[in-house]
């Protein structure tokens, strides 16, 4: 399962990379303030995508601490069961919002007048932020959880 999500990360990426790289005529100029945007977008695409290997080791050492927790089922593992089953539903849930962004995401999407990519741009740009906080913060605490619990 691990190996067709990353495939479809490489994949999703690669796509991105080459809609990015295709000029439509849109006012894809990287000079204008669309092109200008839009590469500030896919800037902070990449640098949550740098991240992401982090995220989904994290996904699986929590699944496997979990595993081997439903082996022992005293109270102190049932609350830390507990813990790490929150830190991992908040790691699927920054997963599936950066697959979603990414599928999502198409600069170059119909016929778009400036005013009208610049209006896309921004509110891509907002989705994508928001995507990069929720990772940072969940890879945070995802990290913090482990190493309070040793």
């Known amino acids: 399962m691990n190996t ?3 495939a479809f990360l490489l994949f999703s990426g690669f796509l991105l990379l080459l809609s990015a790289g295709c000029n439509s005529g849109t006012g894809n100029d990287k000079n204008s303030d669309a092109g200008r945007l839009q ?3 896919e800037e902070i695409h990449d640098e949550s995508m ?3 290997g982090n995220l989904r080791y994290y996904q699986d050492t929590l ?3 979990l595993r081997e927790m439903n082996l022992d089922t005293s109270a102190t593992n049932t609350e830390i069961a507990e813990k790490y089953t929150s830190v991992m539903a908040a790691l699927n849930e920054a997963d599936d919002m950066m697959m979603d962004w990414m599928r999502n995401y198409n600069p170059n999407r119909g016929e778009m007048n400036s ?3 610049m209006e896309y741009l921004k509110s891509e740009k907002e989705k994508i932020e928001e995507v990069k906080t ?4 969940v890879i945070r605490k995802a990290e913090n959880l482990l190493k309070n619990s040793n």
């Open 4 to 6: 067709a999500k990353n």
């Open 39 to 41: 590469k500030e977008v």
């Open 50 to 52: 740098a991240k992401i």
């Open 63 to 65: 699944a496997t601490l």
């Open 115 to 117: 005013e009208e990519r």
């Open 134 to 137: 929720r990772m940072d913060e």
